[in-house]
């Protein structure tokens, strides 16, 4: 199982960007899909992950700014990131958990903010 992540890069402060994460391979029962992101001396934390249910979690910070989604005949995930600061700079990872269970992530991209 692969998973390609695309969509980041640099954006201003205030703008915004979306990330796609497209998982290929012999996958099972798809459990969670999801966006995870580690900034530089800093832990890794969860963005947004949507269940095989359509339960969705966000991180604390997202405060309504950010919007996952899934489409699961391509067993792609979306983040779409609105009102982007410069906090908010990060490598954003996908993760996939299928059955099994089994965990998989993919290598991430590198979102920038500023101006």
């Known amino acids: 199982v692969q998973l390609q992540a695309y969509g980041g890069g640099l954006v201003q402060p205030g703008g915004s960007l979306t990330l796609s994460c497209a998982a290929s391979?012999?996958?099972?029962?798809?459990?969670?899909m999801g966006w995870y992101r580690q900034a530089p001396g800093k832990q890794r934390e969860l963005v947004a992950a949507?269940?095989?249910?359509?339960?969705?979690k966000y991180g604390d910070f997202v405060k309504g700014r950010f919007t996952i989604s899934r489409d699961n005949a391509k067993n792609t995930v979306y983040l779409q990131m609105n009102s982007l600061k410069p906090e908010d700079a990060a490598v954003y990872s996908c993760?996939?958990?299928?059955?099994?269970?089994?965990?998989?992530w993919g290598q991430g991209t590198l979102v920038t903010v500023s101006s």
């Open positions: 993760r996939l958990i299928t059955s099994g269970p089994y965990d998989y």
């Open positions: 391979g012999s996958i099972s029962s798809v459990n969670l």
């Open positions: 949507i269940t095989s249910e359509d339960k969705i």
